[in-house]
């Protein structure tokens, strides 16, 4: 059955250099910059990049960082906190934004 998602094409990551190399250079420069321990380590920044893949619903990404979180010493218990930090901010935008529809009514039933 062919799906969308090919996790074969991950691996081909790195081809995106083959139609523009400047700016796959930069792209990458700036990505390895970015996951460098700094004030947030390697791990946290990886269980980080594993919530976020989940809440823009990159299959990619969701693999990658499950592989990346625990080769980093991430557990089950910690991979699924963190991916429901991201339900529970993905979940509370949409909430929030019932204000404007809650304050719309109130504004029509005046």
């Known amino acids: 059955m062919k799906t969308y998602y090919n996790s074969e094409d991950l691996k081909k990551f790195g081809k995106i250099a083959d139609f ?12 390895g910059e970015v996951f460098k321990a700094g004030a947030l380590t390697a791990r946290e920044k990886s269980l980080i990049a594993l919530a976020v893949s989940h809440a823009i619903q990159c299959p990619y990404c969701i693999e990658a960082y499950t592989v990346d ?22 979940g509370g935008a949409s909430l929030v934004h019932s204000t404007q529809m809650m304050n719309k009514v109130k504004e029509i039933s005046m």
């Open 20 to 31: 523009q190399k400047p700016m796959a250079d930069k792209f990458f420069d700036y990505y």
């Open 69 to 90: 979180t625990m080769e980093k010493g991430c557990d089950e218990e910690q991979m699924m906190e963190a991916v429901h930090v991201a339900a529970a901010i993905r």
